[in-house]
């Protein structure tokens, strides 16, 4: 896994595996760098929750090398995962027991707007939340 702090102060980008223990060493890493940049911690939980969604979709459903970019543009958190398959995201990574939500149905839930786009040898799935 790779963590890249680009040129600029409010961007990050991390790469790595499909494997459950890369996803975990990123949503650690993003906190520490949402704390660094000084964003409210309800933003912070929920961009990790979110980040540990998409992450999951990737390990669970695409099994491809990652890429996740993080940039804070003014006031809205835009967080996009590259994986390298080509399919829509899965619409709910999983089945809602009572009182409980899964996978992309979080993502909706939390986030301002969310889509995905495909592009050459993959897709992109983008999620964008308030400051």
Known sequence: MTLSLT???????WSGPPVAAAATDVRREL??????????QEVIDEAVV?????LANVVQHARTRFRLLVELRGRVLHVAVDDELSEPPPAAAGASAAGHIHGLQ???RTAVRW????RTG????????FV
């Open 7 to 13: 040129g600029r102060p409010r961007r990050v980008e």
């Open 31 to 40: 906190g520490g760098v949402l704390v660094h940049w000084r964003l409210p």
């Open 50 to 54: 979110v980040v540990a969604e998409l």
């Open 106 to 108: 979080l993502v909706t």
């Open 115 to 118: 889509g995905w786009q495909e």
């Open 122 to 129: 993959g897709k992109t799935v983008w999620v964008e939340l």
